[in-house]
């Protein structure tokens, strides 16, 4: 290959340090949520976790400086909400979030308690279709379950008033978020019973957070939404997900402003073609606004890599790195030489003489017991006779003894004198 052909030829330091830029230029600072995994706090003060979900992890580093200044502490699968910008660190290659800021992340567990109690009252069949009533077509008398102070109630009387709706609209106040919102509305359900006035209810509020919302999937409000008499509709201001009491509700409308439009049930062309107008507006205004934002980012990304700062937190991660392997080596030498003690201390217990002295006891222990067996006493100890003649001697065979001659018979325990017949 000619390589004056193919191009100029970069180091490895060249080529990350414009991977480092085209990074570091071309994304901005983004909050990020994800679980806190691998977490480290350095000696240093610095702190290095993983942030990881279901299908990506992500390294990030918070530096002493911004450590100090957070009020979360974090630990090992804490669910958090972190902000800052992309760096490579160049010793390593290696692509990592420098965290300038973190919250807690409450989201999950609420998300976990919504669906254990919508499985809970799903079981009991608080949602199924066959208990849902359908809704008057002409209510003469509505009753709407909200905050009268929010702009909730006043984009539903305006768009019943722009409907031509006919009819009274009566506001039964409570409170819509916090503490003891959720009992609030559930009495106001039933004191609207008890009143009985009313063809129809609506219960919502105002978009919001998933916290805010979360009057609306507390059980004693979704039970009440569920046993009520009078057909109900769930506005509450929350287009991408559902809340509970949308599934006991009758009908679920997206917001409050989407029940205004459905008892009025009428679609004015006019009125869609000014929210297809508005919502073209916003979207060429908040593209200009993204476009100016992205160049300003990446004006502020090159300055940065410019920027003291920088550098120094560069050193920082580079001096981290190096404590990190200095001390994996001296651990890794420190257990070698043990190691390899151990193996001298084995070594030299084999060859101890002490070792030697007892092998040969056992050795000379067998033998002794080995003659014991073959000694003549033993031979007795096991019932045997000795025949001994008039000299003493051991009679070995029959043929040897004369009729009347006077013998010994030795036994274990003494000798008998006894004569042959």
Not at 4 to 20: A, D, H, M, N
Not at 127 to 137: G, N, T
Not at 213 to 223: C, G, P, S
Not at 258 to 266: N, P, R, V
């Amino acid at each position: 290959m000619d390589l004056g052909r193919s191009g100029s030829v970069e180091t490895v330091t060249q080529f990350t340090r414009r991977i480092k830029t085209l990074l570091e230029g071309g994304l901005r600072a983004s909050w990020i949520r994800g679980e806190v995994s691998n977490l480290r706090a350095q000696a240093s003060g610095h702190v290095y976790f993983s942030l990881k979900d279901g299908g990506a992890q992500l390294s990030a580093v918070l530096f002493r400086g911004d450590a100090a200044r957070q009020s979360v502490v974090l630990r090992d699968g804490q669910q958090v909400v972190a902000y800052g910008e992309v760096s490579v660190y160049e010793a390593r290659g290696q692509y990592q979030l420098i965290v300038r800021a973190l919250v807690e992340d409450g989201v999950g567990r609420l998300q976990r308690e919504f669906e254990a109690l919508k499985r809970r009252l799903a079981e009991e069949g608080l949602f199924e279709e066959s208990r849902k009533q359908p809704l008057p077509a002409m209510p003469a008398t509505i009753g709407f379950v909200t905050s009268p102070t929010g702009a909730a109630v006043q984009d539903f009387i305006r768009i019943l008033q722009r409907r031509g709706w006919r009819g009274r609209l009566v506001v039964l106040p409570a409170k819509v978020q916090g503490e003891g919102a959720a009992a609030e509305i559930a009495a106001m359900i039933e004191r609207a019973q008890k009143l009985g006035i009313f063809d129809l209810l609506v219960v919502g509020r105002g978009g919001g957070s998933l916290e805010d919302l979360w009057a609306f999937n507390e059980e004693v409000l979704v039970r009440a939404v569920a046993a009520c008499p009078i057909p109900v509709i769930s506005a509450v201001g929350h287009q991408i997900d559902f809340t509970l009491c949308d599934f006991a509700a009758d009908v679920r409308a997206e917001t409050p402003s989407a029940a205004a439009e459905l008892i009025s049930s009428l679609h004015l062309a006019c009125i869609e073609r000014l929210l297809a107008a508005a919502e073209a507006m916003g979207r060429h205004a908040e593209d200009a606004v993204g476009d100016a934002r992205d160049k300003t980012s990446g004006l502020k990304a090159r300055l940065r890599l410019l920027a003291p700062a920088a550098q120094v937190e560069q050193s920082w991660l580079r001096l981290d790195d190096l404590r990190n392997r200095l001390g994996s080596s001296l651990v890794q030498r420190v257990q070698l030489a043990r190691g390899r003690l151990g193996e001298a201390r084995a070594g030299l217990a084999q060859r101890s003489p002490e070792t030697r002295v007892q092998i040969e006891s056992h050795r000379l222990l067998a033998l002794w017991k080995r003659l014991q067996s073959a000694s003549p006493a033993s031979v007795l100890n096991r019932g045997f006779v000795i025949m001994r003649d008039e000299a003493g001697r051991p009679v070995q065979r029959r043929e040897g003894i004369a009729p009347g001659q006077s013998l010994a018979a030795e036994f274990a325990d003494g000798a008998v004198r006894v004569k042959a017949e």
